[in-house]
T-cell receptor, first 116, second 112 residues
Framework: GESVGLHLPTLSVQEGDNSIINCAYSNSASDYFIWYKQESGKGPQFIIDIRSNMDKRQGQRVTVLLNKTVKHLSLQIAATQPGDSAVYFCAENVNAGGTSYGKLTFGQGTILTVHP | NAGVTQTPKFQVLKTGQSMTLQCAQDMNHNSMYWYRQDPGMGLRLIYYSASEGTTDKGEVPNGYNVSRLNKREFSLRLESAAPSQTSVYFC???????????FGPGTRLTVT
């Protein structure tokens, strides 16, 4: 049978490099986006979020860029460290008529591997 | 401040058995959620509770029931477990529906 979702995109970088992880979202009504990091055997951990009235937001070593025209989201990690190795998920929240559905839709995830 | 806690951490069930997964949060959050995660995939929403006293279906509610016991606790029940329900289950909470969600450590469930 088809193994949907078993072949995650991967990104391998050297320690100290900058990493860029991309995400295409599907719903033009989405108004809130979150990036999560998930280490093996653990729950997702919040990294950074952005609302649709912004196109860029910065945190500590991380930047999220939002391009609503092409429905694209990216996460930039500066000076990537081995501890950044994990699966990274983007999630979108759909807003309809001012009422949030409260249903985060998660992307498939990207595996980031940082080599020392 | 423990955040979101889940019990049990691991569980093995036989087909047809029932069980309840427990979740509690100590952040005074209004909204709580149950997700499942299958190998190599993102999370899929099973049920959520926008506030105490309300529950709503998510993307994959079939075979599950939930109870929002009070503001802190949100349980997920499998009435008659099936092998297709083998998964890792995560509970999450947030201040409100469109705020960042904080996740528990997960329950790894195997149904044989």
């Amino acid at each position: 049978g088809e193994s949907v979702g078993l072949h995650l995109p991967t990104l391998s970088v050297q320690e100290g490099d900058n990493s860029i992880i991309n995400c295409a979202y599907s719903n033009s009504a989405s108004d809130y986006f979150i990036w999560y990091k998930q280490e093996s055997g653990k729950g997702p951990q919040f990294i950074i979020d952005i609302r649709s009235n912004m196109d860029k937001r910065q945190g500590q070593r991380v930047t999220v860029l939002l391009n609503k025209t092409v429905k694209h989201l990216s996460l930039q990690i500066a000076a990537t460290q081995p501890g950044d190795s994990a699966v990274y998920f983007c999630a979108e929240n759909v807003n309809a008529g001012g009422t949030s559905y409260g249903k985060l839709t998660f992307g498939q995830g990207t595996i980031l591997t940082v080599h020392p | 401040n423990a955040g979101v806690t889940q019990t049990p951490k691991f569980q093995v069930l036989k087909t047809g058995q029932s069980m309840t997964l427990q979740c509690a949060q100590d952040m005074n959050h209004n909204s709580m959620y149950w997700y499942r995660q299958d190998p190599g995939m993102g999370l899929r929403l099973i049920y959520y509770s926008a506030s105490e006293g309300t529950t709503d279906k998510g993307e994959v509610p079939n075979g599950y029931n939930v109870s929002r016991l009070n503001k802190r606790e949100f349980s997920l029940r499998l009435e008659s477990a099936a092998p297709s329900q083998t998964s890792v289950y995560f509970c999450a909470s947030s201040e409100a529906l469109d705020y960042e969600q904080y996740f528990g450590p997960g329950t790894r469930l195997t149904v044989t």
